[in-house]
RNA sequence: CGGGGUAUAGCGCAGCCUGGUAGCGCAUCUGCUUUGGGAGCAGAGGGUCGCAAGUUCGAAUCUUGCUGCCCCGACCA
């Protein structure tokens, strides 16, 4: 993509209202602009951050074993006062009627309706287990939206729900998405610990909150500083093993981990002093368990294996993209701008051509280009009549991982700079050996 | 929802106290010179001063009401 073509509005200074380092740097690089309180537009780069996020979590649901669907941003809300939650949910949901004065809403989440499209068609337990999941635009109307789309009023959330016959099983099913997002997060380059939680509105038993540690984090938490050196489960994990499953989750409970609503401080007390952990937290994702507390009043029943009818046992597993947009930029970040993980990034490769209308650097530019987006990567080629000095800002500012800064001082020397954005390690080479150099790297990413 | 603040060009701000019809920096456009860490000079365009009512010969400025947005607290993917 030719930068001259594409549409980045980048602000060089930063807008009043953005506290927050993710916030400013997500307006200054032009990832999102606000269009009300807490409601973005998301413009061309945040998008593609976004989607290779998505993408990212549908890969590791999928391979779980959750199925894709899509349910609809406006819901009834008849379905809602069946599980007695029209009246309990109060005023964090949007509310509005349509032409024949039907009430309508906004979705906050999505229990009622997966629970009645389940029961509309799954009869017997041999159709079980089931795990349904989407990834659709949230809106809970927030008191106080703030610190951009960390915080805001319209949201993206990947949200999949469970079904299974037993208690048992559905601990199985909980334990299968436990591990898939640990494995999720992790590919984005974050260290989320899951901590126990209160369940809120979805209610249940059972939940865990999966916190990533940042100064700017919204809640306070609590864990042992053992977390912080665990290994993501691997990817060939056999999901369909509930022992293997169970010893990681065991694994990743078996420390004291908490956010200050279920804290303990004599648990915490406990732990050695100097394996304490005690620092702000953002919350990227929330897995819950609750049984039948929506099969139950809105009738999902299977038929089990003595043909006796049985309410089904539901968990619901909840991921934050676009909040994950700023986390991830909260934990990755220095003074000049952005730090994308390699997996994230809008685009992998930046080409700054340092004297646009020079023969030779049009040409070497151009040839690099093309030769990665042969190889399929994505390439922002900036070739823009700017001043070199406007182009390496911009470059560090929206954060690509690779830098390649094509001049004519180089050139006369045959060699280009290859600039690693999170290390600001550079490096002059041919352009051929920056091909290769950066292919091998990317590869291995992608591997 | 309580408390506080703010609204003037795309962005950041001054002007308001003490009324006389709007200015600065950055950005944008044109030209020339520049070209390896956000260039220099010259010129140009762009604003119903959040909205409404009021006071006044005259309102960005004073008064009242409304609205948007931001911050602090209680709630949350």
């Given at each position: 993509m030719r930068l001259s073509q594409y549409f980045l509005p980048i602000l060089r200074e930063t807008p009043k209202e953005a506290e927050i380092v993710s916030h400013r740097l997500m307006l200054r690089a032009g990832l999102i602009r606000q269009e009300s309180a807490g409601i973005y537009a998301w413009l061309p780069l945040g998008l593609r951050v976004l989607n290779k996020i998505t993408a990212v979590i549908r890969e590791e649901q999928n391979r779980a074993g959750a199925i894709e669907c899509l349910m609809p941003t406006i819901q009834s809300a008849d379905l809602w006062r069946e599980s007695g939650r029209y009246e309990a949910y109060g005023k964090e949901m949007l509310r509005i009627c349509d032409r024949h004065e039907r009430e309508m809403l906004y979705g906050p989440t999505n229990e009622e309706m997966i629970t009645e499209i389940f029961r509309s068609y799954v009869r017997s337990y041999k159709d079980l287990p089931l795990n349904l999941y989407h990834i659709q635009w949230k809106f809970r109307d927030e008191v106080r939206p703030r610190f951009g789309v960390m915080r805001s009023r319209e949201f993206l959330m990947k949200d999949a729900y469970s079904f299974d016959i037993t208690p048992e099983a559905g601990q199985h099913s909980y334990n299968k998405m436990f591990v898939a997002y640990l494995r999720t997060f992790a590919r984005m380059g974050l260290t989320a610990i899951p901590m126990a939680a209160e369940s809120g509105?979805?209610?249940?038993s059972l939940s865990h909150e999966f916190i990533i540690l940042a100064d700017t984090g919204e809640s306070e938490v609590f864990c042992h500083k053992d977390f912080l050196t665990f290994k993501a489960p691997p990817e060939?994990?056999?999901?369909?093993?509930e022992q293997a499953l169970k010893s990681i989750v065991d694994k990743w409970t078996s420390l004291y981990a908490a956010t200050s609503e279920m804290h303990d401080s004599q648990a915490f007390s406990l732990i050695p002093e100097e394996a304490r952990v005690s620092a702000r937290g953002i919350e990227v994702g929330h897995i819950f368990f609750f049984g039948t507390k929506y099969s139950e009043p809105m009738k999902a029943v299977v038929s089990g294996s003595d043909g006796k009818e049985i309410p089904v046992q539901m968990g619901s597993y909840g991921i934050g993209p676009s909040r994950l947009v700023a986390a991830i930029i909260e934990a990755s970040h220095d003074e000049a701008g952005i730090i994308w993980p390699d997996s994230i990034a809008p685009f992998q490769i930046g080409i700054a051509n340092l004297k646009v209308g020079d023969s030779s650097t049009d040409k070497v530019c151009e040839a690099l280009a093309q030769q990665f987006e042969n190889a399929g990567f994505e390439v922002l080629y900036d070739d823009r009549d700017e001043r070199p000095g406007a182009k390496f800002a911009t470059l560090d500012l929206i954060g690509l991982p690779w830098q390649i800064l094509v001049g004519p001082k180089g050139l006369a020397e045959g060699r280009v700079e290859v600039k690693r954005r999170q290390t600001g390690e550079r490096e002059l080479l041919t352009p051929e050996e920056a091909t290769q150099r950066i292919v091998a790297a990317l590869r291995q990413v992608a591997a």
């Open positions: 509105p979805i209610g249940g060939n994990i056999k999901f369909a093993d």
